[in-house]
């Protein structure tokens, strides 16, 4: 750090632990499911079904998210997003949030700031209260975010429920991250569009207990790419899935980024992930709530094909890094 | 990696992130309260109070354990323990429990097996199930555990109900895991007594719940320290709280260890932490249950003395680092 470097005091270690979390929890608003947040040794969060839904997903910087790429604020938002998007996809709404953050010790608190700006904000926009965490230091920054959500009486929709003749929709954007991705890769930083839904993707919440309230047979977050998350659902469902590109949006902004890259944006759509749009399986056409886009069906057989036919590339993520 | 090393079939980058999550989650027997298990986007837990008490904590390879002090074992079991302790501490049973878990590629496949078998031995041990989690590859090794408890119709025993007149009490051990890092900081490896406390902690879940049913006024685990855990429930409850050492228990052996490092066993007992014991206040000697020990009291005021006087030296767990 030169001369204008934080002085130890505005870091990690000089504020310490306890002056870390009373900084990014004080005066910060909880939802009424919050029935104890941060400072006991745990939380207590309202489980008004009786049941409750957890999920965990891990963070790394430089893996799943880079600081001269992404604000610190844009990584706390993503943090919670990809875990939120996890409960809406078993039909849940998310009820609380706790973040494991494990950073070096010269981090600037400002940095800490607005990571904590970012996930209160994407945690308001989900319903949710962070309601306790842990801090610790380490060499590299680690962020681990578990969510807890509530059922509201309904079943939760698995990966494992799909059957031949159901219908194959989807909430959200496909491919949109993909392309922030390669753009971000090439250097550029705009379109803004596409660059801001890599940074912090927008999950479709309130699809998942939309799609859960009208008898989806299955149900998953699209965070791997369409293709390669359909496989998971095939797996589990014992089944085939065919999805036809004529129903998939492939978004004029996409086509014109692809066309400036050299790319093809249906391969972003199909094969992209990040952008935590939810994939679901119906019973009929006519169940498909408004939200949701009907793009394949379900087949008798196993595997993922794309009108059909085995899909030539790679499919899902590790295409991308 | 020598030519005995593994090879790359055998590293966390060889298997892949579902050939690992297989690995450590198939065959595991769940507990009923595990209502849907990993494999999907989230876990399914019972709440069955319609509450449900979590907690966070985040463990570094460096900071918060050494793999040549320790077998990945006992940082599985250690990773588990110092969370399920904290939902007790609560006076709530544990249910469940998520893993997050940031690892080199190189990890050999053995050493995730034997962090997974830890895992599962402490959760089998506490009643909870090992219901998700998350792999991803990092610089180091960062494990974040979630658990997840119910309270069974308990109102939360928090830290700041204390009131003056109230009897100080604690369950489980006190300064063992610190005479364990004494004795590890020398290159000793024995007696094991005291190293197996340092590398695994086994605190007194049942005395949680035990403790909330018999109306505990407040309670904490005992992770920093006994008096700067303290010192947290005489701020959050605004009291001073007593300790008596006539009434801590000195155990030989510590007193044997500390005889034999020139080193003081009540300061261990005083300010070691990471055994985990918990310690609670109670509104009445009688109401203590059988496994708690009364070692002081709560007064007027603020702060934490030991016999009437403030404690002289380090408090807590920063002078062990």
């Given at each position: 750090?030169?001369?204008?470097g934080?002085?130890?005091a505005d870091?990690?270690?000089?504020?310490?632990?306890?002056?870390v979390?009373?900084?990014?929890?004080e005066g910060?608003?909880?939802?009424?499911?919050?029935?104890l947040?941060?400072?006991?040794d745990?939380?207590?969060v309202?489980a008004p079904?009786?049941?409750v839904v957890?999920?965990?997903d891990?963070?790394?910087?430089?893996v799943?998210f880079r600081?001269?790429w992404s604000?610190?604020?844009?990584?706390?938002?993503?943090?919670?997003?990809?875990?939120v998007?996890?409960?809406?996809?078993?039909?849940?709404v998310?009820?609380?949030?706790?973040?494991?953050?494990?950073?070096p010790?010269?981090?600037?608190?400002?940095v800490?700031?607005e990571v904590?700006?970012g996930?209160?904000?994407?945690?308001a926009?989900?319903?949710?209260?962070?309601?306790g965490?842990d801090?610790v230091?380490?060499d590299?920054?680690v962020?681990?975010?578990?969510?807890?959500g509530d059922?509201?009486?309904?079943?939760?929709?698995?990966?494992?429920g799909a059957?031949?003749?159901?219908?194959?929709?989807?909430?959200?954007?496909?491919?949109w991250?993909?392309a922030g991705?390669a753009?971000?890769?090439r250097g550029f930083?705009?379109p803004?569009?596409?660059?801001?839904?890599?940074?912090?993707?927008?999950p479709?919440?309130a699809?998942?207990p939309?799609?859960?309230?009208?008898?989806?047979?299955s149900?998953i977050?699209?965070?791997?790419g369409?293709?390669?998350?359909?496989g998971h659902v095939?797996e589990a469902?014992?089944?085939?899935i065919?999805?036809?590109?004529?129903?998939?949006?492939?978004h004029?902004?996409?086509?014109?980024?692809?066309?400036a890259l050299g790319?093809d944006p249906?391969?972003w759509?199909?094969?992209?992930?990040?952008?935590?749009?939810?994939?679901?399986?119906?019973?009929?056409?006519?169940?498909v709530p408004?939200?949701?886009?009907?793009i394949g069906?379900?087949r008798?057989?196993?595997?993922?094909?794309?009108?059909?036919?085995p899909?030539?590339?790679?499919q899902?993520?590790?295409?991308?890094?």
């Amino acid at each position: 750090m030169g001369a204008d470097g934080p002085s130890s005091a505005d870091t990690v270690a000089g504020m310490g632990e306890f002056g870390v979390i009373r900084r990014v929890t004080e005066g910060r608003v909880q939802p009424p499911s919050t029935l104890l947040g941060p400072g006991d040794d745990a939380a207590v969060v309202a489980a008004p079904d009786g049941r409750v839904v957890a999920s965990t997903d891990v963070l790394v910087e430089g893996v799943h998210f880079r600081l001269d790429w992404s604000t610190p604020e844009q990584v706390g938002r993503k943090a919670v997003a990809v875990n939120v998007a996890d409960v809406a996809a078993m039909g849940a709404v998310p009820t609380g949030l706790l973040v494991g953050l494990a950073c070096p010790p010269d981090t600037p608190a400002s940095v800490l700031d607005e990571v904590a700006n970012g996930m209160w904000a994407e945690a308001a926009r989900a319903g949710a209260g962070v309601v306790g965490g842990d801090m610790v230091t380490s060499d590299s920054l680690v962020i681990s975010v578990t969510v807890l959500g509530d059922l509201e009486g309904r079943a939760p929709v698995t990966r494992s429920g799909a059957r031949p003749g159901d219908v194959l929709a989807v909430a959200g954007r496909l491919g949109w991250a993909a392309a922030g991705l390669a753009v971000l890769g090439r250097g550029f930083r705009s379109p803004v569009a596409v660059v801001g839904a890599q940074r912090a993707p927008e999950p479709p919440y309130a699809a998942g207990p939309q799609a859960a309230a009208a008898g989806a047979t299955s149900m998953i977050d699209v965070s791997d790419g369409l293709l390669a998350d359909l496989g998971h659902v095939a797996e589990a469902s014992g089944v085939g899935i065919d999805v036809r590109t004529e129903l998939l949006e492939v978004h004029q902004r996409l086509v014109d980024v692809a066309n400036a890259l050299g790319a093809d944006p249906l391969h972003w759509v199909l094969t992209g992930g990040e952008d935590h749009a939810l994939a679901a399986t119906f019973p009929s056409v006519e169940s498909v709530p408004a939200d949701w886009r009907v793009i394949g069906s379900v087949r008798q057989g196993e595997g993922v094909t794309v009108d059909g036919r085995p899909y030539e590339g790679p499919q899902g993520w590790e295409h991308w890094r």
